[in-house]
């Protein structure tokens, strides 16, 4: 593992939540628990994390929901959560993937299930982050070419139609004028 991380952890069983924070702290990890969605949602908003731990049955918002509303905030939409529940039915780990989780653990979970996929899915992401900014300098250094290409082929242009207008100038000073263009464009 390169660095620590940044993990939120939503769940309203308070023993569940210290497990969680201490099995992941004593990696390095930075984690922050909070009871209820709502507060979850406001935790991410303001500090954004690099992996969301997610409950389903929670009696304010059921992660399901709380993972729809993050998966539609532009800003949180890429986090990976992992869905935490002692649901242990298919059709409920089935409904986890369609709202936006990447992962699912059965409670009581192994602690190093939790580990392994909570550091499986931060590396994945740190990936996916190092790709986007790739694609972004990519994306700049081909505007910059474009750019450069254009500018060229431009002077160039301006270059042959000086030169073109000097030998068929007249008059001395409109000459001299060309000149001093064909110059500059050199």
Avoid: W
């Amino acid at each position: 593992m390169d660095a620590p991380g940044n993990i939120l952890a939503i769940d309203d069983n308070p023993a569940s939540l210290q497990m969680l924070v201490s099995i992941l702290s004593e990696r390095g990890h930075k984690v922050r628990a909070v009871t209820s969605g709502q507060m979850g949602l406001v935790a991410a908003r303001t500090a954004m994390p690099e992996v969301i731990l997610l409950d389903i049955t929670i009696p304010d918002v059921n992660g399901y929901e709380i993972c729809r509303i993050l998966k539609s905030d532009a800003n949180l939409s890429d986090i990976p959560v992992i869905f935490i529940s002692a649901l242990d039915e298919t059709l409920d780990k089935v409904e986890a993937f369609p709202s936006g989780g990447v992962d699912y653990i059965t409670k009581p979970f192994q602690l190093e299930e939790v580990v392994v996929r909570v550091e499986n899915h931060l590396n994945l992401y740190r990936l996916y982050l190092k790709s986007q900014e790739l694609a972004k300098m990519e994306e700049r250094q081909r505007i910059a070419r474009d750019l450069h290409d254009a500018v060229n082929q431009t002077l160039f242009s301006a270059s042959v139609m000086a030169e073109t207008l000097q030998m068929t100038a007249t008059d001395k000073s409109t000459q001299n004028g060309l000149n001093r263009i064909y110059q500059l464009i050199q």
